[in-house]
Structures are given as structure tokens and as C-alpha cells.
């Protein structure tokens, strides 16, 4: 497991799963009481419940905003995630585990939520100027006319002018020919 990875907190607990072909019974995956820990990776900024059984891991869920842990007995608790198509459960020691394993849940799952928020903010914040940008370049064809408004009556004479006696006045075609081809350009896109 990455090693950037610190717990946060850390309680033991019986890790139990639920039978995946009835979705009813409880299968043990731990044969004792195991470590449970949560951890926050910061680089993907989740946080996770992981717990080993040895090397393996028996818990890997990234808690997401709309997970619930439920207690459904005194010293039992589950949560279900869908990611890994399970639920998962823990028999604790005490009640006063549980109890502070659920606090400690509601209170990472309202850090997920946050963090998700922030990062579609940050998604939305980057997204919204290219889209802004998109529109310009969908509408900058018409930005001449559209910006320049008097620059435009003065213009259009000025092109008939030069669609008529075309080789002559290449001064006055200049600048034309600088604006257009950067539109079309813009045009192709």
C-alpha cells in the first residue's frame, strides 16, 4: 500500500462481507479481531478504509459522500460500497468502538463531500473559461462587425471600393487582407 498514505484513525474489529450469492449472510474475512483503519491519500484526495489481514487487504473502500454507515446492532456496523459491489461489516469490542468508528465515518464521508465539491468547483473554474473561449471562436466571425460597429459603415464602402478596381489600390486591401484570413482561419476551427 502506498506509503504516503497515513492512518487517521484506527480501531480493530471482526471484518465481515456480505455472501455475495444470496446478499443475506455475513462471511467472516477476518478469522480475529484486525486492524481497521482510515486513511486519507492526498494526492487523489479520498479517504479510505482499508484494514490487512496479513498482506492481503480485506477492506480497500473509498469512502464516497453518499455511503452510510449503519450500526445495526450494538457492537455490529455496515456500510455498503458500491465501487467494490459489497458491503462490508465490523464487530467490535465495545460499543464505544462503534460508536467511535461511525463518528469518525460521518465525519471523513462530510471531508469527501467537501473535497468533491472543491474539486468540481476547480473543474468548473477550468472548464468555464475554455468553454468561454469556444463560444468566442464560434463567434468571432461576426466580433468585427459586432465590436466595431462604426469601424464597420466605414468599412463597407471600402471594400466596394476595392472589389471594383482590385489591382490598383493594394494599400487599402491591406488591412483587409490581414482581418480576413485571421477570421477564416477562425472560421475552419
Known amino acids: ?26 462471511v467472516p474475512t477476518s478469522k480475529h479481531a484486525v486492524t481497521v483503519s482510515y486513511f486519507y491519500d ?9 484494514s490487512l489481514d496479513g498482506s492481503k487487504a480485506i477492506i480497500n473502500s473509498t469512502i464516497s459522500p453518499n455511503m452510510t454507515f449503519t450500526k445495526t446492532s450494538q457492537k455490529f456496523g455496515q456500510w455498503a460500497d458500491s465501487r467494490a ?5 465490523l464487530g467490535f469490542s465495545s460499543e464505544h468502538h462503534l460508536t467511535k468508528f461511525a463518528e469518525k465515518f ?3 464521508k462530510e471531508a469527501a463531500r467537501l473535497a468533491k465539491e472543491k474539486s468540481q468547483e476547480k473543474m468548473e473554474l477550468t472548464s468555464t473559461p475554455s ?3 469556444a463560444g468566442g ?4 466571425p461576426l466580433t468585427p462587425e459586432s465590436i466595431n460597429g462604426t469601424d464597420d459603415e466605414r ?3 471600402e471594400v466596394t ?5 482590385r489591382a490598383e489600390p493594394t494599400q487599402n486591401a491591406l488591412p483587409f487582407t490581414h482581418r480576413y484570413p485571421f477570421s477564416s482561419q477562425i472560421l475552419i476551427n
Open 106 to 108: 460521518q465525519e471523513f
Open 1 to 26: 500500500f502506498p506509503s504516503r498514505e497515513q492512518p487517521i484513525f484506527s480501531t480493530k474489529a471482526h471484518v465481515f462481507q456480505i455472501d455475495p450469492n444470496t446478499k443475506k449472510n455475513w
Open 155 to 157: 468599412a463597407t464602402p
Open 131 to 133: 468553454q468561454e473561449s
Open 137 to 140: 471562436d464560434i463567434q468571432s
Open 85 to 89: 459491489n459489497t458491503v462490508y461489516g
Open 42 to 50: 492526498s494526492t487523489r484526495n479520498v479517504y479510505r478504509i482499508i
Open 161 to 165: 471600393q476595392n472589389s471594383e478596381p
